[in-house]
């Protein structure tokens, strides 16, 4: 049996996606990602993902979605600005099934989002795991 799951902390939070295809249940690290679980929860509620698209697929790595636009250029933060990176320890890209901040570049954060569809080892330290 594999480890991963052990070595990930527990979650302390849920939202739930509704999606054209169905639910997407989404566990949050809220207290090991502060910035980015809040942002993500907020823009939620407030329902700026609403009727967005995911707009981007790697096969056997990720889909994105949180833009607005739909292009892949567009979204912005509840902070007003991107935020910071918040990377921890337990919290690798070693699976599927994880959702991540998708950013241009260092605390580049703001809406856009991706859902991993293998382990993706590259992106360790490069992106905000914030739930699976």
Known sequence: ?????IQEPPTNGKVVLHTTVGPIDVELWSKETPKAC???VQLCLEGYYDGTIFHRLIKGMCVQGGDPTGTGEGGQSVYGKPFRDEFHSRLRFVRRGLIAMASAGRDDNASQFFFTLGATPHLNNKHTIFGK
């Open 38 to 40: 809040r942002n993500f």
């Open 1 to 5: 049996m594999s480890n991963i799951y």
